[in-house]
């Protein structure tokens, strides 16, 4: 999928307004650095580290997140080097970007919606992310966690700067019963999807996470095996359904609706997906219940909650 202008004037006339735009918010400089140093097989955690202690706000963050029950760690982590050894560097990169994303856009000046029930729907969600990739014996380098995270920032855009149509989009998509990224293409001419995907670009976030945000309600098979979007897809849909904060969608999904709830179950029968995850049904080759599913994953749902009110 393709997320600059194209040749559709409305997504031009979208993709305009924009880039115009002066006030978008901009990733903190602390976030492009460490993923730089990331990406570079020649860098050190110490690198790292210098960089995360820039700011000193960042870091005590991390620490709290590294110490939470979710990432189950036996001991108490009381510094960013034992962080750094003790979770990794991809986890930690992810957690850098994720926490950074959150400062960087403003969460209290909502006006269409409830922006801090939207972080805690999308914090539950990228919990789940990496809870369900784990389950599924799937190895996105921990950037799932970043794509949960960060899959519905679009919305925040649409409501600070075009915020009229995406009123509109919401009222109809409530009246109708309709999913809003529907309506949102039918009023605004582009999803809030394409939106976080081409703000993803702009930031100069992986081509993996641009293509998961912008694919998070049409995922594709990759390679034989789920997509990064296809787990943001059954994420999304898992955390509206267990009520973790709200995702400012009217429409409520049902799971066996969920283009990823397909896809990984059908993953799943075919043999594509290691047997990590013992669901005998599916590995048998039947079908996967949807509501059993659902009661096998009450425990990552309880988990994502409480880590998504911690943040």
Request: charged fraction near 25%.
């Amino acid at each position: 999928m393709e997320y600059v202008a194209n040749r559709d004037p409305r997504i031009e006339k979208v993709t305009g307004t924009l880039e115009r735009i002066k006030s978008l918010p901009t990733l903190p400089a602390v976030a492009t650095e460490v993923m730089a140093i990331a990406r570079d097989p020649k860098s050190s955690m110490r690198q790292i580290e210098e960089v995360i202690l820039t700011d000193p706000a960042l870091a005590t963050k991390i620490l709290k997140v590294a110490n939470s029950p979710f990432y189950g760690i036996r001991r108490e982590i009381s510094s960013l080097r034992l962080a750094l050894t003790v979770l990794g560097i991809n986890q930690i990169r992810s957690l850098v970007v994720g926490v950074s994303v959150l400062k960087a856009v403003n969460r209290e000046s909502g006006k269409g919606f409830n922006y801090e029930a939207l972080w805690e729907h999308c914090t539950g969600s990228a919990a789940l992310c990496r809870l369900l990739a784990r389950r599924f014996g799937l190895n996105f380098d921990d950037e799932e966690y970043v794509a949960g995270l960060i899959h519905d920032i679009g919305k925040v855009i649409l409501d600070q700067y075009l915020h009229d149509e995406f009123l509109q989009a919401l009222a109809e998509a409530k009246e109708k019963g309709e999913p809003l990224e529907d309506v949102e293409r039918r009023i605004i001419g582009v999803d809030h999807a394409f939106v976080g995907a081409w703000l993803a670009r702009k930031w100069g976030l992986p081509e993996s996470l641009v293509e998961a945000i912008g694919e998070h309600h049409s995922p594709a098979v990759d390679s034989g095996m789920p997509s990064m979007a296809a787990v943001v897809n059954l994420a999304d849909g898992v955390a509206r359904l267990g009520t973790i904060g709200e995702s400012a969608n009217p429409y409520q999904p049902k799971l066996q609706d969920l283009a990823g709830w397909r896809i990984l179950a059908q993953s799943t029968r075919d043999g594509k997906i290691p047997k990590q995850w013992n669901i005998k049904k599916a590995l048998d080759g039947e079908r996967i219940d949807p509501d059993e599913f659902m009661d096998l994953l009450a425990p990552d749902i309880e988990s994502a909650r409480n880590f998504a009110q911690m943040i």
